[in-house]
């Protein structure tokens, strides 16, 4: 059990003569409706309880009669009782309970035994009066629901981009869509840069093309048209989503080097790029 200052959210019941209900013979008091999440309720306190040694309190439908068949609700409930000494509340740790038309109430057998509660020491029965109370949240169905598909197939796709008339680049330019891994991309070039690589490098990222968030490594070759060796391989992973859906590297070589024409990068103004692709796994929402 636990204690809080704020009261209940939803309903407080206070019991005057407790000790009258035996004298009575009254097991059980059913509230009144409350409404929470939209729904009616009743709080159910059973004044023998467990054993006869406890008071049990349950939450209860109160009116099912407008649900459709096969109902369910799901909610989170707590049951509360007041301590009229230190004036905060004991409280039971929040319950998720689904409610069904065979199944419409739940509770707590041993909420709190007789012994603790007939004490006036403890706070909870001061002049034969006590307070007891209910919060009910009902839990919406708003969920997302994301299904991960992992790839442990290591297949790596290829793509190549050539790109004519390099030193007449002004903007980026952007290769065909193509398809690896059942996904589609683009490579994106900034011949100026952006970024930190903005006036000093070559930019280049790949760009995915969907709503899935999808997490890949790739492989970015600059191509030396006269020396494998000068090739400049840069390597990364990352998970694209619709939010950001490019990464690469902003400062990925620089213009003096590319534009070199002992390293064989641009041959007849004309660059080549090639990339290849693994999927490692694609996340998607399921509707």
């Not at 891994?181 to 683009?186: D, L, N, S, T």
């Amino acid at each position: 059990m636990e204690t809080r200052e704020a009261p209940p959210a939803h309903l407080l019941i206070k019991i005057e003569s407790f000790s009258l209900l035996g004298t009575c013979g009254i097991d059980k008091y059913e509230t009144r409706e409350f409404v929470a999440g939209d729904y009616k309720w009743r709080l159910i306190i059973y004044f023998n309880g467990k054993n006869c040694e406890y008071v049990s309190v349950s939450l209860a439908m109160a009116d099912t009669s407008s649900l459709p068949a096969n109902w369910e609700v799901n909610v989170v409930f707590t049951i509360f009782l007041y301590n009229q000494i230190s004036g905060n509340y004991l409280s039971s740790p929040g319950r998720t309970r689904c409610f069904l038309e065979t199944k419409s109430e739940w509770g707590i057998s041993k909420f709190i035994s007789k012994k603790i509660l007939s004490d006036p020491s403890n706070g909870y029965l001061v002049n034969d009066n006590c307070v007891f109370g209910a919060e009910v949240f009902v839990l919406k169905r708003d969920a997302i629901i994301e299904c991960v598909s992992l790839n442990n197939i290591n297949i790596h796709y290829k793509h190549d981009f050539k790109i004519s008339d390099f030193s007449k680049l002004n903007e980026r330019c952007f290769s065909e869509q193509f398809i690896a891994g059942g996904q589609k991309w683009k490579i994106i070039l900034d011949p100026k840069g952006s970024g930190t690589g903005t006036d000093s490098h070559v930019s280049i990222f790949l760009n995915h093309l969907g709503l899935e968030r999808v997490q890949a490594c790739f492989t970015v070759c600059v191509k030396s048209q006269l020396d494998d060796i000068q090739t400049r391989r840069y390597s990364t992973s990352y998970w694209f989503s619709a939010s950001i859906n490019s990464w690469g590297w902003p400062a990925c070589i620089e213009l003096a080097t590319i534009n070199d024409p002992n390293k064989g990068f641009i041959l007849n103004d004309c660059c080549l790029l090639s990339i290849e692709i693994h999927v490692q796994a694609v996340a998607n929402v399921i509707n």
